[in-house]
């Protein structure tokens, strides 16, 4: 509580008591492991035969994941895990994603949510960001990192002739303005979603991005902060590395190319540029048809290890974000939630449900590591 001692002199509001995290919150932390997540790769490990890959598996379950909140029920499960975090002592980071928007997803099927605008989603929008608030509240002591919305403001930069992301806009907006006035506790550290290198780094895209940023976090109001931006969440760009020809001639080729175009442009206006980089499965390059492919993604190998030793200052952490196993959605083509992109040749399949476990896939994951796991 940073104004802790002048509310003691002052009257002051509680607004003024509210001040975002500052600096880089993974120094001097340790990271909570998402039991779930410790649960699954457990469970995985034992229906692996093979025993050189059951033990290279096995390590995964020490990696540090995203705990995602893509059901307003999930909302109890992180007050759980911050509990826990607290009771385990010292300075722990707890990592979480802010992910359900009414008309989520809104240029793609495969990771539709379950509130809608039509039927009052906005306001049970707001009432799962009041109870995130309310959970972080009762932690103080656990610093908490935040992804808010995957692909939501993106999808605005690019997407705005689908019906269904058009007649979003106003909604998200408001919507993720309202998360971030309602998150600036003093433990809280937020990562708006920026999609990743082959989406907005394209040159058209990228000043429209940075502007979109910078007006949702005025819409949050006067004295509203976050830390920065996450890049390639749930998909598989290198941070650095040789030219993924699918992303040819795309200039800012790779995340950090990305990353480093993008930061003077949010400076321009006044929008924080720290980043983190999800990492997760982004080990193998080259394995796309095209680089808007996402699902699935055939050939993919577990990236980098979450680190602060990032070689650039922009850069806070590398991180697994994605839940390396999980589904990025069904190859059914029947199904409910189908997206062609989980039906295409460079996707794996047959795939289950987005978010459900994919043993086959978990294990070529972890077959093709790179660095390879020991
Ligand atoms: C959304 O925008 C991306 C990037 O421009 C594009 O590749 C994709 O086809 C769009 N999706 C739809 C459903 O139009
Ligand atoms: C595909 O989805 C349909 C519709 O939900 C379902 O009836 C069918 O059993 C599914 N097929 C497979 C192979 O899971
Ligand atoms: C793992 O093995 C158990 C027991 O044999 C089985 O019930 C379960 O379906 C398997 N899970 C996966 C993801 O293969």
């Known amino acids: 509580m940073k104004f802790a001692a002048l509310c003691a002199l002052i009257a002051c509001v509680p607004a003024l008591v509210r001040a975002a995290g500052t600096g880089n919150p993974w120094t001097g932390a340790t990271t909570f492991l998402i039991p779930e997540y410790v649960q699954e790769v457990q469970a995985a490990v034992g229906n692996i035969t093979d025993s050189t890959l059951a033990a290279q598996a096995a390590t995964v379950e020490q990696v540090p994941v995203f705990f995602w909140m893509d059901v307003a029920a999930k909302v109890p499960t992180l007050g759980q895990y911050l509990a826990a975090a607290s009771a385990?002592?010292?300075?722990?980071?707890?990592?979480?994603?802010?992910?359900?928007?009414?008309?989520?997803?809104?240029?793609?099927?495969?990771?539709?949510?379950?509130?809608?605008?039509?039927?009052?989603?906005?306001?049970?929008?707001?009432?799962?960001?009041?109870?995130?608030?309310?959970?972080?509240?009762a932690n103080p002591n656990v610093r908490v990192v935040f992804v808010v919305e995957p692909d939501g403001l993106a999808n605005l930069v690019t997407n705005l002739s689908v019906a269904k992301c058009a007649n979003a806009a106003s909604t998200y907006k408001e919507l993720v303005s309202y998360a971030i006035s309602k998150l600036q506790q003093d433990n809280v550290w937020l990562y708006l979603d920026a999609g990743h290198s082959g989406w907005l780094g394209w040159p058209a895209n990228i000043t429209p991005a940075a502007?979109?940023?910078?007006?949702?976090?005025?819409?949050?109001?006067?004295?509203?902060?976050?830390?920065?931006?996450?890049?390639?969440?749930?998909?598989?760009?290198?941070?650095?590395?040789?030219?993924?020809?699918?992303?040819?001639?795309?200039?800012?080729?790779?995340?950090?190319?990305?990353?480093?175009?993008?930061?003077?442009?949010?400076?321009?206006?006044?929008?924080?540029?720290?980043?983190?980089?999800?990492?997760?499965?982004?080990?193998?390059?080259?394995?796309?048809?095209?680089?808007?492919?996402?699902?699935?993604?055939?050939?993919?190998?577990?990236?980098?290890?979450?680190t602060t030793d990032t070689g650039n200052d922009l850069i806070d952490s590398i991180v697994w974000v994605k839940p390396p196993g999980e589904s990025d959605g069904t190859s059914n083509q029947t199904a409910p939630r189908y997206d062609t992109h989980c039906g295409q040749s460079d996707a794996t399949q047959p795939a289950p449900e987005a978010g459900t476990w994919f043993q086959s896939?978990?294990?070529?994951l972890v077959q093709k590591a790179n660095p390879a796991l020991s």
């Open 361 to 364: 896939y978990f294990e070529t």
């Open 211 to 306: 502007q979109m940023f910078a007006e949702v976090l005025q819409g949050a109001g006067t004295g509203a902060t976050v830390r920065g931006l996450a890049t390639d969440v749930s998909n598989y760009n290198l941070l650095r590395g040789a030219e993924d020809p699918a992303q040819s001639p795309n200039p800012n080729y790779d995340e950090e190319l990305y990353i480093n175009a993008l930061a003077p442009l949010l400076q321009q206006n006044n929008f924080p540029s720290q980043f983190i980089v999800d990492q997760g499965r982004s080990g193998v390059s080259g394995i796309r048809t095209a680089e808007g492919d996402w699902c699935n993604v055939l050939g993919a190998g577990l990236g980098m290890r979450p």
């Open 88 to 137: 385990a002592g010292g300075t722990q980071v707890v990592q979480a994603v802010i992910y359900d928007l009414p008309d989520r997803d809104c240029a793609a099927e495969s990771s539709a949510g379950e509130f809608t605008i039509a039927d009052g989603g906005a306001a049970l929008y707001e009432q799962y960001i009041d109870n995130i608030a309310a959970q972080v509240e």
